[in-house]
């Protein structure tokens, strides 16, 4: 404490790694500033690439290696491709740190992270993403749930290059109706579709688990927004919800990803904290 006994506290010190459209808005949320916390790094694979948007940053992070970021940061926000989740995480929750994780689909590969984390004291984070109702599954879970269902409407060319959709053969850039082109589990989805949806494997680990958390996945010309729809079944409630995600840069991700990631950040020194 100072003398006047206000609490001082060492800010967290963040590093991004991934500068697509989510790693961008954070970034930029960061270097403006976000109470407790400092940008320290970024890591990224091809740096000359991003040198044109670093440089409009009031304060330029370095840009390190992946495994070069434990040592100085205390939370790192993964905002890269699902096969590079292992070499992100691992380093901070071995050592007692943070990992927010946004390709939630790689954890279910990944399982031994959430072990690691575990036995030393680290912890890996979720945020709400495009979804809504997390808090209401998760409170759901300390019950009984009964069923959950999650139907996705994208368009076409937000499902364009899917593994699932290459290996089946299906053609969906000519189409003028809705076409569903995936009906499964969570954990199937996460394998077929590891860039658009997360938000399937998310709601399956607050709740039902991603073996019963059945899915249906649509591509629809007639929208132009990511569209979830999650219907919920438990002994303390009934609800449905649906988000209608408006696409960043990245047609396979929204808008309100970053926003998620950045509302989190904010919430770890604030004075009021809504939600659970």
Same mark, same amino acid.
């Given at each position: 404490?100072?003398?006047?006994?206000?609490?001082?506290?060492?800010?967290?010190?963040?590093?991004?790694?991934?500068?697509?459209?989510?790693?961008?808005?954070?970034?930029?949320?960061?270097?403006?500033?976000?109470?407790?916390?400092?940008?320290?790094?970024?890591?990224?694979?091809?740096?000359?690439?991003?040198?044109?948007?670093?440089?409009?940053?009031?304060?330029?992070?370095?840009?390190?290696?992946?495994?070069?970021?434990?040592?100085?940061?205390?939370?790192?926000?993964?905002?890269?491709?699902?096969?590079?989740?292992?070499?992100?995480?691992?380093?901070?929750?071995?050592?007692?740190?943070?990992?927010?994780?946004?390709?939630?689909?790689?954890?279910?590969?990944?399982?031994?992270?959430?072990?690691?984390?575990?036995?030393?004291?680290?912890?890996?984070?979720?945020?709400?993403? =495009? *979804?809504?109702?997390?808090?209401?599954?998760?409170?759901?879970?300390?019950? !009984? &749930?009964?069923?959950?269902?999650? #139907? @996705? $409407?994208?368009?076409?060319?937000?499902?364009?290059?899917?593994?699932?959709?290459?290996?089946?053969?299906?053609?969906?850039?000519?189409?003028?109706?809705?076409?569903?082109?995936?009906?499964?589990?969570?954990?199937?989805?996460?394998?077929?579709?590891?860039?658009?949806?997360?938000?399937?494997? =998310? *709601?399956?680990?607050?709740?039902?688990?991603?073996?019963?958390?059945?899915? !249906? &996945?649509?591509?629809?010309?007639? #929208? @132009? $927004?990511?569209?979830?729809?999650?219907?919920?079944?438990?002994?303390?409630?009934?609800?449905?919800?649906?988000?209608?995600?408006?696409?960043?840069?990245?047609?396979?991700?929204?808008?309100?990803?970053?926003?998620?990631?950045?509302?989190?950040?904010?919430?770890?020194?604030?004075?009021?904290?809504?939600?659970?």
């Amino acid at each position: 404490m100072n003398p006047l006994g206000d609490t001082i506290r060492t800010p967290a010190r963040v590093a991004v790694v991934g500068l697509g459209p989510i790693g961008r808005k954070v970034v930029e949320a960061l270097d403006r500033g976000i109470a407790g916390m400092v940008l320290v790094a970024v890591s990224v694979q091809n740096p000359d690439k991003h040198q044109p948007f670093l440089a409009t940053l009031d304060s330029t992070p370095p840009i390190l290696p992946i495994d070069g970021l434990a040592d100085i940061a205390d939370i790192v926000i993964e905002c890269a491709p699902s096969k590079m989740l292992p070499s992100i995480v691992a380093p901070f929750v071995s050592c007692g740190k943070t990992a927010i994780v946004l390709s939630a689909g790689g954890l279910l590969d990944n399982e031994h992270l959430i072990e690691l984390a575990r036995a030393n004291g680290g912890q890996i984070v979720v945020p709400t993403g =495009a *979804l809504i109702g997390l808090d209401a599954m998760t409170a759901a879970a300390e019950g !009984e &749930i009964h069923s959950v269902r999650m #139907v @996705t $409407r994208k368009p076409p060319g937000g499902l364009a290059g899917a593994p699932y959709i290459v290996a089946n053969n299906i053609d969906i850039q000519g189409i003028t109706e809705p076409l569903r082109v995936f009906e499964g589990s969570a954990r199937e989805a996460a394998k077929g579709f590891p860039a658009n949806i997360n938000v399937a494997v =998310a *709601l399956s680990l607050a709740g039902f688990g991603p073996d019963r958390t059945r899915v !249906e &996945i649509w591509a629809d010309p007639t #929208v @132009t $927004r990511n569209v979830h729809r999650v219907e919920v079944d438990s002994d303390s409630a009934r609800f449905s919800m649906t988000i209608e995600n408006i696409p960043s840069e990245n047609p396979k991700t929204g808008r309100i990803t970053a926003m998620s990631v950045i509302a989190y950040l904010r919430k770890q020194h604030a004075a009021l904290r809504v939600g659970t």
